[in-house]
């Protein structure tokens, strides 16, 4: 696996994935969707997102190696049936979805070179991982196991 994409833009003794591990056979995680859609773009980081409208905004400190690595990476969630019912309240709450949104929850295992994971909980979400995608990361890179649908049901 190679990280160019990932280390392009970053002071030098800046090493984003020094505490990300290999992924593990048959963890399964989160994305949140906007659209129920599945595409690339869905894995886009805050970082990718601005280089291509060409810039940074003023608040990512140039020269600070972790406020940069935290923009670097796509959130997921570590899912399981236990916390299913958690996953969906929060990504309810946290992204403001209405019965008029069409939203949906991505439930996915990461091919093994996908990229490299870290557990980075938050008082908010003890589940939350930060994943890094390795340069030939893709939609392909992924295996869906379901899309749960923010529908009134759920909400």
Sequence with gaps: MTFNNLHQDVPQNCSCI???????????????????????????????KWTKKGKIPTFVKQNDCANICLYKNASVDNYTDENRAWI?????????????????????????????????????????????????????SIEIIELIELKNENI
């Design 88 to 140: 969906i309240n929060y990504y309810l709450k946290q992204f403001r979805v209405t019965q008029k949104d069409k939203n949906a929850i991505l439930v996915f295992q990461l091919k093994p070179k996908a990229g490299l994971i870290e557990h980075t909980p938050s008082e908010k979400n003890p589940f939350h991982h930060s994943f890094f995608k390795e340069d030939e990361f893709s939609i392909d």
């Design 18 to 48: 020094e505490n990300a591990t290999i992924i593990k056979e048959n963890q399964i995680y989160t994305r949140f969707l906007k659209y129920p859609e599945i595409e690339s773009r869905y894995f886009e980081t805050h970082w990718e």
